[in-house]
C-alpha cells in the first residue's frame, strides 16, 4: 500500500510569520503538466546515450516545481496535488522505461509471471498482534502475523500474543524459525513454487532485467546521496534546477533530551505561532524526525535559528535546526519517495527484488563500505526518523527477503558491527529507529548466527565492542560504575543493547559443532571471561564502624550489568554442554581466570591453623566484618556451572585424565563464595545497618528470582564443589572460621562471657548460628540440581512450584514470577503444574489460583533455599496448620532427598562427620539447660532438621543396600549414641535428644523430637533385620511406628472431644444467659421489633401473613388510594448519634446524595448538550440524550451536623491547597464530600420529609370532563391575575373564578426554616449540577430541575428491575430505596420553595401540551414528549394550584388519576404513532378480544385525523400486544413513583417476578387491565383531544422523517459487543491511524465502550479546547457520548478506564481473562486473552446503575497516585 506523501508532513507547517508567498508558481506549468506525456519521456531515454544524465536533468526540472512550494498548511488537497504530479511526471516515465509497456498492465503480468517464495515477510505495524509459538518456535523473536498464525497449527498449542513496535516481519515459511509447522495453509509450497536455489532473475526478459538494473541503480544512487548528502544549499551535480529560486526552510529535528513543552514554547518565541500550531510541528517533528517551521529567504530563517538555538542550549545541547534551500529539501522528499516506490516495485516480482538487492550490494570504485547500502548504513545515526524508517523498510522488503542476499548484508552487517554500533551510542534516537535494531532479523537465524560467528568472529566483535564501552575501570581493572549524570546513565542504557544482540547469537544451541565453531565460540569465551574478570569483585564493600555511611554507594548498575548477562551465561554454559571437548576446554579457561583472580588478591593474609576435636586445617586469617568483601564473583559462578555440567554429562567420570582437577585447590574454591554468604548472614544478624539501604537492596536482588540461578544458586553449588573434594571437618572448620563463630565451638564457657558482656553480640551470634546451621542444610540437601543430584529439571521445577504453594494458594502468573526463566522465556510450569496442583476458577472478581494436592505435602522442605524469611515464617505456619486439620502431629521433617551423583556422592558425610555432631551437641547442651546460655529455638530447630536429614539418609542407604547387597557406610545412628568428646564433654546427642523431649520449654519442638527417636528405632531394627535376614527390612519397625502413630491419633482424637464438650457447655449457658436476658427486657425488644418494621422498606411488609394486602385493596392512586401506615419514621444522625423523629416543622434531616449527568437511557448520543442559557428542561423528548440521575449512600444526617462537616472539610481543603497543588478525590468547590460514614461520593443532600397523609374520603370525585372544565378556569383566572399584576390594569373582564378559589391567598409553610432551607439547597444543587451555571434561586428552571432527577432516577431504576428479571417491588437495597422515597418526597414539595407564579406557569405549559386548546409553537406535539416525565411533572405542580382552592370539595387524588388516565391515552396515541409495519404485520385468526377490536377503533381514529402517514393495519391482535408490551415500562415507572409519593405499600403480586403482573400493575394504578376503556369511557373527550394532538403540525413532520422517532418499548442500552478472542480487538486498533495526523498510526488507541468510537488517546494531535481548556480525546469524547462521564477500553494496555469530568479517573480491571483466569494489564505476559462476559456485564451493569463516579472516588481514595494523574490529557 502507497504511503501518504511525506513532503507536505516534512515541511508544510501552519501559518508562519512570514507573509504568504503568491502561490502562482503552482499554477503557472500546468498547461506543460498536462502536455506531459510519460510514454514520450521513457522513449526518449531509452535512446539515451547517458541515461543517468537525462533522467538527473528531468528531475533537477521538474522536481523543485512540483514539491516544497512553500509553507502552505497540511491541505489534503495539496498533498493530493503533489502526490499526483509526482507519479504522472517523475514516477510514471520511469515504469514505462522499466516495463516497456503501460505500468499497471505490465506490473499485473509480472505478478501473475511470479513464483513467490514461502516467506510471508508481513511487516508489522505499530500495535498490530504478533503470534508466538511457545511449543515450536526457536526462540521468543519468532513471530507470526494474525493471518499466518490463524491458519496454521499454532493456533491450538500454547502461544504467546503480543503487540508490535513497529518494524520486524512475519516469520513464516522460515523452516529454521519453527521446529515444526513452519508454514500457514496459504504460504504452504506446492509443487509449481519455486526452488529456493533457482535464480528469479531467470524467468525474467533479457531486456527488462538490463533497463531494471540501470533504472534501480540510479534511482537507488540518487536516494543514496541525496539522504546522505550535508550541504544546505547546494545539490549534488547533474541536479541543479536551471532557475533556482532564493527560498529557504527553516527545518527543526528531533531529539530523545528536550521535552514536547520546551519545544512548544520555543516554537512560539522563534516563529510566532500559535500554541496550536506549535504543538502540531512538536507533534510532526516526534513523528516523522523533521519538519519545517519558517519559509522564507535566509536571512528570516535564520533568525528563527538562532532563537531556537539559543533557547533550548542553555542546560543541554540545543535542539538540531538546519536553513536549508527549498530546492535540496524537494529533493530530499522525493528520494524518500522513490525508495518507497522501490519497495513497492519489487513487491511484484522476485526477479525485480533479486536485482534492486545486486544494485544495493554492488560494491563501488571506493572498496570496501562502498556499496550503496553500506553508505545507507554507515550514515543511519546522521539522518532524521522519517527517511531511517523507509530505508529500513526498503531493506526489510529486499535484501531480508532474499535467503542468498540476506546472508551477504548480514556479513556486511557483522564488517561494520563495531562502527555501527559507536554510532548508534553517539546518537541519541531509540533503538527501534536505528540500523541496529536489524541485528534480530539477522542474528536469530541460526545458520547465519553461527556463519557469522565462524567467518567475522561476530561472538568476540560484539563482547569487545561491549567491554570497549564499558570505560570506567578502578585500579584492578575492574568495572566502577560511579554515580551517573543523565548523560553517562543513557549511554550505559544503550551499550546494554549490545547484550541483546550476544543473547539472539546464542539463543539456538548448536546439534553439531565443526572445529571452526569450536575455536570461535572458545574465542568467544576468552573475551566473555575478561569482561567477567571485570565484574569479579566489582563494587566492594567494607563495614561500618560507628558511624553511618555519608552517601549511598551507586550498586544498581553492577546489578543491571548482572541481570542483562544472566541469560548469557546461561547460554554459555548450555552451548558448552552439547560439546564434549568445548566442556572441557571452557571449564580450563575458566579455571585459569578464576586462578588470575585470585591472584590479584591483596597479599599479605595471614595464615593460621584451626584444630578442633582432633581435627586441623591450615588456613589464613580473614573477616567478612573487617575487610573488603564483593557480591558480585561471575567468573567463579561459571565454574561452578561448568563443574555441575561435568557431573551431569558424566564427562568427569568418563575422562578425568583431560580435566584440570589437579590444579583445583578446594579451599580456594570456596574462599570467595563462602565470603558472599557470610555477608548476606551478617547483614541478616544486623552487624551492617550502618551501611545504609544499599547493601540491603544487593542482598535482596542476590537472592532475588532474577538474579539468584547466576548468584545464590551457584554459590551454594561451588561450597558443594569444594565440600565434595574435601575432608568435611576441614570444610566445616573454615564455615566456622569465616561466619568468625569458632571461637564459640571451640570453647566451653566463652558463651558465659558473652552473656554477660554484651546482649547485642549475643544475639548477633546467635543469628550467625542460625544462618550457619542452614547453610550446611542447603549444602548437603540442596540436590535438584541436574548434576548435583540424580534429578531431571523436571524435578527442579516441581519441587521450585510445591514449596511456592506451601506458602498459599497462588495465581499462575505469581508462580511464574517466583520461577527463573530460560533464554526462551519459558519457566517449565505448565509441564508440571497439573501434576501437582488443582486449579480453582475465579468468579466475577478475583483471578483463578492453583492449590497443592494433599499428596505432596510430603515434599515440603521447611528449610528451602529459595524461601526469603518471610515466606519459611508464613510455609510453616501454614503447613502446621494442615497437619492440624488433618489430625496429624505437627513435626515438619525433612523430605526424602535424591540420591546424589556420583561427582558429589561424599557431601553425605557431612552429616556424620565430628564437627558437626560436635556443633549438633553444644546447641543440644545449650537446649537442655536453657538458663544456662545466649541459643534461640531457630538453632535447635536447625540442628534437629539436620538430624532428621542424617536418619534420612541412613534410611535410604540400609533400603538400597538391601536390594543391591552394598555395604552401608553411612553410620549416623552409632555415632549420636557415642558421649560427646572436648571441648563440649555433654552426655551422646540421642540421650540429649531424649532428655529434650519432655521439656516444658519445648513443646513446640516436641513432635519432632518424637519423629526423630522414631526414625533412630527404625533404623536400629532395619540393621538388626539386615544382619539377620534379608528378606525383610521395615515391616516390624513400621509396624512399631504404627502403634506409636496410632497411639499419638487415639491420644489427640480423646483432647479433640473433651475441647469440643467444653465449648458445647459454654455455648449453652451463653445462649441460657441470652433468654434470661431478654424475658427481662421483653418491653425494649418488642418496641425495637416494632421501629424496625416501619423503618425497612415495604418488602418487609409482605412477609408477615397478617401485613399482606390484596391486590383488590392496594390502590396507590386515585380516590380508591390506601394511604400508608401513620407510624412515626424514627432516625438517627451518623455524625451525632442523635435520634429523631422525621416531622414537617421539626429539625432537618439530609441524607447524603450525588447527583451526576447521565446518558444511560439514550437514544441519541448525537444531541449535542443543551445550551445552559437557552435550555428548557419542561418538555422532555422521549429519546432521553440527557438525564439527571440522584444516588445516595443512604445515611443520615442532621442538616447542622452536615454543615459544620461541610464547613470544616472546605477549611481542610483550603489549607491543603497551600501545601499541595494536586487534586483530591473530590472537588469542594462543586460542592462536593465524603460521606463522613462510608466515604462514598456526594455533592449534595437530600432533605427528609414526612409521608403523604391518607387520603380524605369526604370530598368529592369530580369526573375528567368537570375536572378539565374546573381547571381550564383555574388556569384562566390565575392567567388574568397574573397579566394584571404585570400591565398593571385591569383592560379585560375577569374570568369567572371556580367556587373557593382564591388567587390572592398565600398558602402556608408545612415546613420549619431549616428544612426549608435543605430543600432550597437541594434544588439548586440539582441545577448547578445539570445546568453548569452558578446556583440561581430566581431561575424558573429551579423546580423542574428537580422533578427531572426524579423522573429520571425512576426511570433508570424501572430500566434495571426490568432487564435484571427482578420484582418491581422488594428487591432494591436499601440505599436506592431510602433514595428514591426522599426523592419523590422531596419533589412534591419542591414547589413550596419557588414563587407560586413559576410553579403555575409551568403547570399551565404542561396541561396545556395534555389538553390543548390552540396550537402552541412552544408545546411539543405529542410524538416529541416523553410521557413519564410530563406525568411526575404535572402531577407535582399541580399541588400549586390545588393550594388555591379553598373549598375543599375535590381532592387532589382524583387530579392524579385524571392525570393518569390523560397520559395513558396519550402515551397510546404516541406508541401507535411511531409503531413500524414490521411490529404490526402479523396477523392472527382467532377471533378478536375487546382489547383488540378497541385498538384497532383508536389506530383507526388515528389513519383518520393522519391519512396516508399512518400505514394501514388489519391485526387488532398485533396492534394490542404492540401497545401492551410498549406501555409496560410506563406502567412500572408510574407505579414506583405513586408508591414512594403516596407511602401505598404495593400487592403481594409486584412483589415477586412472575405471571400476574399486568393485572397487578393495573389494579395498583386504579386502571382497568384493558387500558382501551380508559379511552373508550370517555369517548367524546378523548376523540376531541387526539384530534388536537394529531393537528399539530410537528405530528406529521415527524413521521414524514423530519425528524428522530424513538420507538416504544426503549430497548435498553448496552456496552458494545467485544470481540471475544482479544487480538481481534488489537487487530482493529493497529488499523486505526490518527485522525489528525495525517494518516499516522495512534499510539494509544482507545475504544469507547458505550458508543464503539476509536480514540486517539494520551496525544497531543488529538487535544481539543472545552471550557477553555486543553484535553485530550478520551475527556473531550465522554462530553459529547456521556455528558462527561466515559468508559474505555485502551486496547495496548488491555485496561479499562473510567473518566468523570476532567480531574477524575481510575483504571479498572478489563474483561478479558487468560485460561488462567488472570487480567494481563499492560499485555506483558502474552497469554491469549478472550472476554469473560460475566466480568463485561459487572461493568455494564456498574455504568448502568450509574456507580462509575462512586468507583472513581473509593479507587482514588485508596489508591492517591491516581490523584496525582492528568486526567484530562487522557
Known amino acids: 500500500m502507497r504511503r501518504q506523501p511525506q513532503t507536505c508532513i516534512f515541511v508544510l507547517g501552519g501559518k508562519m510569520a512570514a507573509a504568504e508567498p503568491d502561490m502562482e508558481p503552482a499554477s503557472a506549468p500546468c498547461s506543460e503538466f498536462l502536455n506531459f506525456s510519460a510514454k514520450d519521456t521513457a522513449a526518449r531515454w531509452l535512446t539515451a ?18 514539491l516544497c512550494l512553500g509553507p502552505t498548511g497540511v491541505n489534503s488537497r495539496e498533498e493530493q496535488r503533489e502526490e499526483l504530479a509526482c507519479q504522472l511526471l517523475l514516477l510514471a516515465p520511469l515504469e514505462w522505461l522499466l516495463l516497456g509497456e503501460e505500468p499497471a498492465a505490465g506490473l499485473a503480468r509480472l505478478q501473475e509471471n511470479n513464483q513467490p517464495s514461502p516467506l510471508c515477510g508481513h511487516v508489522f505495524k505499530v500495535g498490530e498482534p504478533t503470534y508466538s509459538c511457545r511449543e515450536c518456535a526457536a526462540d521468543p523473536t519468532c513471530v507470526l502475523c494474525m493471518q499466518c498464525f490463524l491458519g496454521s497449527v499454532h493456533k491450538d498449542h500454547r502461544y504467546r500474543m503480543t503487540t508490535s513496535g513497529g518494524g520486524g516481519f512475519c516469520d513464516c515459511g522460515d523452516s529454521e524459525a519453527w521446529k515444526k509447522g513452519p508454514y500457514c495453509q496459504k504460504h504452504t509450497p506446492t509443487d509449481t513454487s519455486r526452488d529456493t536455489e533457482e535464480d528469479p532473475v531467470a524467468q525474467l526478459p533479457a531486456d527488462v532485467v538490463a533497463r531494471c538494473f540501470s533504472i534501480f541503480s540510479i534511482m537507488l544512487r540518487y536516494a543514496v546521496d541525496l539522504l546522505t548528502w550535508d550541504q544546505e544549499d547546494e545539490l549534488p551535480a547533474g541536479l541543479k534546477p536551471p532557475d533556482r529560486a532564493d527560498t529557504f526552510y527553516c527545518m527543526l529535528f528531533n531529539d530523545e533530551v528536550h521535552t514536547y513543552e520546551q519545544v512548544i514554547y520555543t516554537l512560539q518565541k522563534a516563529v510566532n505561532c500559535s500554541q496550536k500550531e506549535a504543538v502540531s510541528f512538536a507533534t510532526t517533528v516526534d513523528r516523522e524526525g523533521r519538519k519545517s517551521v519558517r519559509y522564507g529567504d535566509f536571512q528570516f530563517c535564520e533568525q528563527a535559528k538562532s532563537i531556537i538555538v539559543r533557547n533550548t542550549g542553555r542546560q543541554s545541547k540545543p535542539l538540531r535546526v538546519q536553513v536549508m534551500h527549498s530546492s535540496v529539501v524537494a529533493h530530499q522528499c522525493f528520494a524518500l519517495k522513490t525508495l518507497t516506490w522501490l519497495g513497492q516495485i519489487i513487491q511484484y516480482s522476485d526477479g525485480l527484488r533479486r536485482i534492486l538487492c545486486q544494485v544495493g550490494l554492488q560494491q563501488g570504485p571506493e572498496g570496501e563500505n562502498s556499496s550503496l547500502v553500506d553508505r545507507l548504513m554507515l550514515n543511519d545515526s546522521k539522518m532524521w526518523k522519517g527517511a531511517r524508517n523507509i530505508y529500513h523498510q526498503l531493506l526489510m522488503n529486499s535484501l531480508l527477503m532474499d535467503l542468498e542476499y540476506k546472508k551477504i548484508f548480514a556479513i556486511q552487517f557483522a564488517k561494520n558491527y563495531r562502527r555501527l554500533q559507536t554510532d548508534f551510542m553517539e546518537d541519541d534516537h531509540e533503538r527501534v529507529v536505528s540500523v541496529t535494531s536489524l541485528s534480530v532479523q539477522l542474528f536469530t537465524v541460526p545458520t547465519m548466527a553461527r556463519m557469522l560467528m565462524v567467518e567475522q568472529n561476530l561472538m568476540s566483535t560484539i563482547i569487545r565492542t561491549f567491554v570497549d564501552h564499558l570505560r570506567h575501570r578502578d585500579l584492578q581493572g575492574r568495572f566502577q560504575f560511579d554515580r551517573y549524570t543523565a548523560q553517562q546513565a543513557f549511554k550505559f542504557g544503550r551499550v546494554q543493547s549490545l547484550i541483546g544482540d550476544l543473547k539472539y547469537v ?21 573475551a566473555f571471561l575478561e569482561l567477567l574478570k571485570c565484574m569479579q569483585g566489582m563494587d566492594p564493600v567494607v563495614r561500618q564502624v560507628g558511624q553511618h555511611i555519608e552517601m549511598e554507594p551507586e550498586w544498581e548498575a553492577a546489578f543491571t550489568l548482572q541481570m542483562k548477562l544472566t541469560p548469557i551465561i546461561s547460554m554459555i554454559q548450555e552451548w558448552c554442554c552439547t560439546d564434549e571437548h568445548v566442556l572441557i576446554e571452557a571449564y580450563r579457561r575458566c579455571l585459569s581466570a578464576l586462578s588470575q583472580c585470585h591472584s590479584g588478591l591483596p597479599d599479605g593474609e595471614q595464615p593460621i591453623s584451626l584444630s578442633l576435636a582432633g581435627h586441623c586445617v591450615e588456613t589464613f586469617r580473614y573477616q567478612v566484618s573487617q575487610e573488603k568483601v564483593s557480591i558480585h564473583l561471575p567468573v567463579c559462578r561459571l565454574l561452578a556451572g561448568l563443574h555441575v555440567l561435568l557431573s551431569r554429562t558424566e564427562v568427569a567420570s568418563r575422562v578425568p585424565e583431560q580435566l584440570p582437577l589437579g590444579e583445583l585447590s578446594p579451599p580456594l574454591l570456596i574462599e570467595l563464595p563462602l565470603r558472599c554468604l557470610v555477608l548476606c548472614a551478617q547483614v541478616h544478624a544486623g552487624m551492617w545497618r550502618r551501611n545504609g539501604f544499599s547493601l540491603i537492596n544487593q542482598i535482596y536482588y542476590y537472592h532475588n528470582v532474577k538474579c539468584r540461578v547466576e548468584m545464590f544458586d551457584k554459590d551454594i553449588n561451588m561450597l558443594q564443589v569444594g565440600a565434595s573434594m574435601m575432608d568435611p571437618n576441614h570444610f566445616l572448620m573454615i564455615v566456622m572460621s569465616r561466619f568468625e563463630l569458632f571461637h564459640i565451638f571451640s570453647s566451653a564457657d566463652v558463651r558465659k562471657r558473652y552473656r554477660e558482656a554484651n546482649k547485642d553480640v549475643v544475639q548477633q551470634n546467635n543469628t550467625l548460628i542460625e544462618e550457619m546451621l542452614h547453610l550446611i542444610i542447603m549444602v548437603i540437601g540442596e540436590r535438584y540440581v541436574s548434576g548435583v543430584g540424580q534429578v531431571a529439571p523436571f524435578d527442579e521445577v516441581r519441587r521450585e512450584i510445591i514449596h511456592q504453594l506451601s506458602i498459599r494458594r497462588m495465581a499462575h502468573s505469581e508462580l511464574v514470577k517466583a520461577l527463573p526463566e530460560n533464554g526462551n522465556k519459558e519457566t517449565g510450569l505448565e509441564r508440571v503444574i497439573d501434576s501437582v496442583a488443582s486449579f480453582k476458577e475465579p468468579g466475577v472478581t478475583g483471578r483463578g489460583l492453583y492449590e497443592l494436592r494433599p499428596e505432596w505435602n510430603k515434599h515440603f522442605n521447611l528449610y528451602f533455599h529459595h524461601y526469603s524469611r518471610a515466606d519459611q515464617s508464613k510455609a510453616e505456619e501454614a503447613q502446621r496448620k494442615l497437619r492440624r486439620q488433618n489430625g496429624e502431629d505437627t513435626a515438619l521433617p525433612p523430605p526424602p532427598l535424591p540420591p546424589l551423583s556420583s561427582l558429589f556422592a561424599s557431601l553425605v558425610n557431612l552429616l556424620q562427620c565430628d564437627m558437626l555432631l560436635a556443633i549438633e551437641g553444644a546447641v543440644l547442651q545449650w537446649a537442655v539447660e536453657p538458663s544456662g546460655g545466649g541459643w534461640t529455638e531457630s538453632m535447635l530447630q536447625r540442628v534437629l532438621h539436620l538430624v532428621g536429614m542424617a536418619l534420612l539418609e541412613e534410611q535410604q542407604q540400609l533400603e538400597n543396600s538391601s536390594i543391591d547387597d552394598d555395604i552401608v557406610t553411612f553410620n549416623y545412628t552409632c555415632k549420636i549414641t557415642r558421649p560427646g568428646e572436648s571441648p563440649s564433654p555433654s552426655g551422646s546427642v540421642l540421650a540429649l535428644l531424649e532428655s529434650l523431649q519432655n521439656a516444658p520449654h519445648l513443646e513446640v519442638h516436641k513432635d519432632m523430637i518424637t519423629w526423630i527417636l522414631k526414625m533412630v528405632t527404625n533404623i536400629k531394627t532395619m540393621r538388626e533385620r539386615t544382619s539377620a535376614t534379608s528378606s525383610y527390612t521395615m515391616s516390624p519397625g513400621a509396624g512399631q511406628e504404627e502403634t506409636v502413630r496410632d497411639r499419638d491419633k487415639a491420644e489427640r482424637k480423646r483432647k479433640a472431644e473433651m475441647a469440643r464438650l467444653r465449648r458445647e457447655k459454654i455455648m449453652a449457658q451463653m445462649s441460657e444467659m441470652q433468654k434470661h436476658f431478654i424475658n427481662e427486657n421483653k418491653e425494649l425488644f418488642q418496641q425495637s421489633l416494632e421501629e424496625l418494621e416501619a423503618s425497612t422498606s415495604t418488602a418487609a411488609h409482605s412477609s408477615s401473613p397478617g401485613l399482606v394486602p390484596t391486590c383488590v385493596s392496594q390502590v396507590c392512586v386515585g380516590p380508591r388510594r390506601v394511604g400508608g401506615a401513620d407510624q412515626r419514621q424514627l ?17 432537618a434531616m439530609v441524607l447524603a446524595a450525588f447527583v451526576q449527568r447521565s446518558t444511560v437511557l439514550s437514544k441519541n448520543r448525537h444531541r449535542s448538550l443543551p445550551n445552559p442559557e437557552r435550555y428548557d428542561p419542561v418538555f422532555q423528548h422521549p429519546d432521553l440524550s440527557l438525564g439527571i440521575y440522584t444516588a445516595s449512600c443512604g445515611h443520615i444526617m442532621h442538616a447542622t451536623c452536615w454543615q459544620r462537616y461541610f464547613e470544616a472539610v472546605q477549611v481542610k481543603e483550603q489549607r491543603r491547597q497551600q501545601r499541595l497543588r494536586g487534586h483530591t478525590s473530590y472537588d469542594v468547590e462543586n460542592g462536593e464530600f465524603l460521606c463522613p460514614l462510608c466515604e462514598c ?17 369526604s370530598v368529592d370525585h369530580p369526573s375528567l370532563e368537570a375536572w378539565i372544565n374546573t381547571t381550564n378556569q383555574q388556569i384562566a383566572t390565575l392567567h388574568s391575575a397574573y397579566r394584571r399584576q404585570t400591565d398593571g390594569a385591569a383592560e379585560e373582564a375577569e374570568p369567572e373564578a371556580p367556587e373557593g378559589f382564591r388567587v390572592d391567598f398565600t398558602p402556608q409553610s408545612s415546613f420549619s426554616s431549616s428544612i426549608s432551607e435543605m430543600i432550597n439547597t437541594f434544588s439548586l444543587s440539582t441545577y448547578k449540577v445539570t445546568l453548569k451555571l452558578n446556583p440561581n434561586d430566581a431561575d424558573p428552571r429551579v423546580p423542574v430541575l428537580s422533578w427531572f432527577t426524579c423522573a429520571y432516577t425512576i426511570q433508570s431504576i424501572e430500566r434495571l428491575l426490568m432487564d435484571e428479571d427482578k420484582p418491581l417491588f422488594g428487591s432494591l437495597p436499601c440505599r436506592q430505596d431510602d433514595c428514591l422515597s426522599s426523592l419523590t418526597r422531596f419533589s412534591s414539595a419542591c414547589w413550596t420553595a419557588a414563587p407560586l407564579k413559576t410553579t403555575h406557569t409551568h403547570f399551565f405549559r404542561l396541561f396545556k401540551a395534555l389538553v390543548p386548546d390552540s396550537q402552541d409553537e412552544n408545546t411539543p406535539c405529542v410524538i416529541d414528549i416523553d410521557m413519564l416525565h410530563l406525568l411526575v411533572y404535572t402531577v407535582l405542580s399541580y399541588s400549586s394550584v390545588k393550594s388555591l382552592d379553598q373549598c375543599g370539595r375535590s381532592g387532589v387524588d382524583s387530579a392524579h388519576l385524571h392525570i393518569l388516565h390523560l397520559i395513558i391515552v396519550a402515551h397510546m396515541v404516541q406508541i401507535l404513532l411511531t409503531s413500524t409495519t414490521e411490529d404490526v404485520c402479523m396477523d392472527q385468526d382467532s377471533e378478536g378480544s375487546e382489547e383488540e377490536e378497541l ?110 422517532i424513538v420507538r416504544f418499548p426503549r430497548e435498553s442500552n448496552r456496552l458494545i459487543d467485544l470481540p471475544e478472542d482479544y487480538s481481534v480487538l488489537i487487530y482493529q486498533a493497529s488499523s486505526f491511524t490518527c485522525p489528525r495526523s495525517g494518516g499516522d498510526k495512534s499510539r494509544a488507541p482507545t475504544l469507547c465502550l458505550v458508543c464503539g468510537a476509536m480514540l486517539c488517546s494520551q496525544s497531543y494531535c488529538c487535544q481539543t479546547e472545552v471550557d477553555g481548556e486543553d484535553v485530550g480525546a478520551c475527556t473531550a469524547h465522554t462530553f459529547t457520548c456521556g455528558a462527561g462521564l466515559g468508559l474505555f477500553l485502551r486496547v495496548r494496555e488491555s485496561q479499562v478506564l473510567f473518566v468523570a469530568g476532567k480531574s477524575k479517573g481510575c483504571f479498572y480491571p478489563p474483561p478479558y481473562l487468560d485460561n488462567y483466569g488472570e487480567t494481563d494489564q499492560g499485555l506483558k505476559r502474552g497469554n491469549p486473552l478472550h472476554l469473560c462476559r460475566e466480568r463485561y456485564r459487572k461493568i455494564e451493569r456498574l455504568w448502568r446503575q450509574h456507580g462509575i463516579a462512586e468507583v472513581i472516588g473509593h479507587a482514588q481514595e485508596a489508591n492517591h497516585t491516581l490523584i496525582t494523574i492528568d486526567w484530562q490529557h487522557l
Open 1241 to 1257: 461520593l456526594s455533592n449534595t443532600v437530600i432533605p427528609l420529609l414526612p409521608s403523604t397523609p391518607s387520603p380524605d374520603n
Open 1131 to 1147: 432516625v438517627t444522625c451518623i455524625l451525632c448519634q442523635e435520634e429523631q423523629e422525621v416531622k414537617g416543622h421539626g429539625r
Open 1495 to 1604: 385498538t384497532c377503533r383508536l389506530y383507526d381514529t388515528l389513519r383518520k385525523h393522519l391519512g396516508s402517514a399512518l400505514p394501514e393495519v388489519t391485526s387488532g391482535w398485533q396492534l394490542w400486544h404492540c401497545v401492551k408490551a410498549a406501555i409496560l415500562p410506563f406502567l412500572r415507572a408510574a407505579a414506583l413513583f405513586f408508591h414512594y409519593l403516596n407511602s401505598t405499600a404495593p400487592p403481594a403480586d409486584l412483589l415477586v417476578a412472575g405471571p400476574g403482573q399486568w393485572e397487578a400493575l393495573c389494579s395498583y394504578l386504579s386502571l382497568p387491565c384493558n387500558l382501551l376503556q380508559v379511552y373508550q369511557s370517555q369517548h367524546t373527550l378523548m376523540e376531541l383531544l387526539i384530534h388536537r394532538w394529531c393537528c399539530h403540525p410537528g405530528v406529521k413532520r415527524s413521521l414524514q422523517g423530519g425528524g428522530v
Open 49 to 66: 546515450v547517458d541515461l543517468q544524465q537525462d533522467v538527473f536533468r528531468h528531475l533537477a526540472v521538474y522536481v523543485p516545481r512540483i
Open 506 to 526: 546464542l539463543i539456538s544451541r548448536p546439534s553439531e559443532w565443526t572445529n571452526q565453531l569450536r575455536l570461535k565460540f572458545l574465542e568467544g569465551l576468552d
